[in-house]
């Protein structure tokens, strides 16, 4: 499975940004899907999570009721609608593929195939 991100870019704090991750290779329906950030200097992070249905979702606490996951398995897409951004979301985003039995996966070790990443800066 090969993951694409696009939609990234600079906004100003209090803007939005809508992430997108395309799929090629394989069909994503039997796959959970997550998203993971990485600021400069830290590790990467957890930041959603959406089952394979798109009936489930988990969010870090960080990001709860300011960015929503979805996905259209007809499309083979995922999506990442981020709003309300700050500073400190600041990052590069990486959208994740697993093929485990969680339904929203939230560890790294999770997740079997991986994006290149798109970079989000937020400015203030």
């Known amino acids: 499975v090969e993951l694409v991100e696009s939609g990234g870019g600079l906004v100003q704090a209090g803007g939005s940004l809508r992430l997108s991750c395309a799929a090629s290779?394989?069909?994503?329906?039997?796959?959970?899907m997550g998203w993971f950030r990485q600021a400069p200097r830290k590790e990467r992070e957890f930041v959603a999570a959406?089952?394979?249905?798109?009936?489930?979702?988990y969010y870090a606490d960080s990001v709860r009721r300011r960015f929503t996951i979805s996905r259209d398995n007809d499309k083979n897409t995922m999506y990442l609608q981020m709003n309300s951004l700050n500073p400190e979301d600041t990052a590069i985003y990486y959208c994740?593929?697993?093929?485990?039995?969680?339904?929203?996966?939230?560890?790294?070790?999770?997740?079997?195939?991986w994006g290149q990443g798109t970079q989000v800066t937020v400015s203030s």
């Open positions: 290779g394989r069909t994503l329906s039997s796959y959970a």
């Open positions: 994740a593929a697993s093929h485990g039995n969680n339904w929203y996966p939230l560890l790294l070790s999770e997740y079997d195939y």
């Open positions: 959406i089952s394979w249905s798109g009936n489930h979702t």
